[in-house]
Nanobody, 114 residues
Framework: QVQLVESGGGLVQPGGSLTLSCLAS????????MRWYRQAPGQERVMVAA????????SYLDPVKGRFTISRDNVQNTTYLQMNDLKYEDTAVYYC???????WGQGIQVTVSS
């Protein structure tokens, strides 16, 4: 049974940092590309970052480039999203995604507010 479990969200002030984690199980994690998406209220879900199976290749949504870093630990079956210099517009529900079979995590709220 495939599971993607996100953690690490919460409330943070503008300029602050958070690290999201996604623990994967039920598939051979180290073989697959993984992605993080986000969905703000009233907006479409968009891809924020992606990382190749071995972690050597990453890509980012333009507004988060230089502030967010995606990484993975193929021993711990976990992918991370380090978010720095958070802005109000980063407020959203963030989702971990395994695109190979289109599995999604349950989503985790990130709120940037003063």
């Amino acid at each position: 049974q495939v599971q993607l479990v996100e953690s690490g969200g919460g409330l943070v002030q503008p300029g602050g940092s958070l690290t999201l984690s996604c623990l994967a199980s039920g598939f051979n994690f180290k073989k697959y590309l993984m992605r993080w998406y986000r969905q703000a209220p009233g907006q479409e879900r968009v891809m924020v970052a992606a990382i190749s199976s071995n972690g050597e290749h990453t890509s980012y949504l333009d507004p988060v480039k230089g502030r967010f870093t995606i990484s993975r630990d193929n021993v711990q079956n976990t992918t991370y999203l380090q978010m720095n210099d958070l802005k109000y517009e980063d407020t959203a529900v963030y989702y971990c995604h395994w695109p190979n079979l289109n599995y999604w995590g349950q989503g985790i709220q990130v709120t940037v507010s003063s």
